[in-house]
């Protein structure tokens, strides 16, 4: 049974840092590509950040870069978000993807985000 499930959300001031989790289970993990992806209220959802399913490469959104890292620990099947430098506007959902060509993508529950002084 294939799981996704993020993890690390919260409420955090305005230039904090917070750090999101997404632990999976039942695919080979190291075979998926892995990318966070969020939704703000009366938004559409958006790609944050994406990594590689071997070699690590990273992309970024334009309005996350500088400030997000995306990581992945094949190991542990866990991909992260390191997120500083958080601003109001980084307040929505955010969900974490796994995709591959041999399969339909699968997505998490998601975990809020809130950015408020």
């Known amino acids: 049974q294939v799981q996704v499930a993020e993890s690390g959300g919260g409420l955090v001031q305005p230039g904090g840092s917070l750090r999101l989790s997404c632990i999976c289970s039942?695919?080979?993990?190291?075979?998926?590509?892995m990318s966070w992806h969020r939704q703000a209220p009366g938004k559409e959802r958006e790609l944050v950040a994406s990594i590689s399913p071997r070699f690590g490469s990273t992309t970024y959104a334009d309005s996350v870069k500088g400030r997000f890292t995306v990581s992945r620990d094949n190991a542990k099947n866990t991909v992260y978000l390191q997120m500083n430098g958080l601003k109001v506007e980084d307040t929505a959902i955010y969900y974490c993807?796994?995709?591959?060509?041999?399969?339909?993508?699968?997505w998490g529950q998601g975990t809020q985000v809130t950015v408020s002084s």
């Open positions: 993807k796994a995709l591959s060509v041999i399969s339909p993508p699968y």
């Open positions: 039942g695919f080979n993990f190291g075979e998926y590509a």
